[in-house]
């Protein structure tokens, strides 16, 4: 379980590291393939996030983080596409 988290925490703190860089460099369009394809997979990631907290037997995890997952992933989304 701790390899698990771990590698959650990771894959977080990398997502932060992005969204801090691509706000850092909104006046250099020449990266922007680079950001669009980490929010692209960002959304990818949290999508199937989403789906597996919605086939998840724990209700608690069904309930609270269903749709907070779901919104990531719709501004991630966002986020790509502009």
């Known amino acids: 379980m701790l ?3 771990a590698i959650s925490l ?3 703190l990398i997502i932060l590291l992005v969204l801090f ?3 850092k460099n909104r006046i250099r369009p020449a990266r922007r393939y680079f950001f669009k394809f980490w929010h692209i997979s960002m959304a990818c990631l949290f999508t ?4 597996g907290n919605l086939l998840s037997n724990n209700q608690f995890e069904v309930m ?3 749709p907070l997952t779901l919104v990531i992933a719709l501004l991630s989304i966002r986020m790509a596409v502009d």
């Open 21 to 23: 860089l691509d706000s």
């Open 3 to 5: 390899k698990f988290e």
């Open 64 to 66: 609270v983080f269903t």
């Open 48 to 51: 199937l996030n989403t789906v």
């Open 10 to 12: 990771t894959i977080n």
